[in-house]
């Protein structure tokens, strides 16, 4: 499974961004996708995570009702899909590197623990100014 996070930037408080992962390998179709985030001197937390057909999604309190996980299911290139983080009302506290990761193929349904997240792509930036 490979995974790569983009569509970070730099926003002013209030607004939105739309992060996207392309997930590509054939595990990835039974597969849980979690968005974690890290921001400078605090540990990495989860944020959202979907479940493979897209219909179960899950949040942290901190983002519930602001941000939305959504998948693209339905893709031209079956070894590929895509997963999206709406983020709206974005706040200065939302600063972080945004990483997408999937969990052990093991995990079924929309909820895994964060040490069974195994896969990480690279990480996007988002940046919110006050």
């Known amino acids: 499974v490979q995974l790569q996070a983009s569509g970070g930037g730099l926003v002013q408080a209030g607004g939105s961004l739309r992060l996207s992962c392309a997930v590509s390998g054939r595990t990835f179709r039974s597969s849980i996708i979690g968005w974690f985030r890290q921001a400078p001197g605090k540990e990495r937390e989860f944020v959202a995570s979907v479940s493979s057909s897209g219909g179960r999604t899950y949040y942290a309190e901190s983002v519930k009702g602001r941000f939305t996980i959504s998948r693209d299911t339905i893709s031209r290139d079956n070894a590929k899909n895509t997963v999206y983080l709406q983020m709206n009302i974005l706040k200065p506290e939302d600063t972080a590197i945004y990483y997408c990761?999937?969990?052990?193929?093991?995990?079924?349904?929309?909820?895994?623990?964060?040490?069974?997240?195994?896969?990480w792509g690279q990480g996007t930036l988002v940046t919110v100014s006050s």
């Open positions: 990761a999937a969990p052990n193929s093991q995990w079924k349904g929309v909820v895994a623990p964060a040490n069974a997240y195994v896969y």
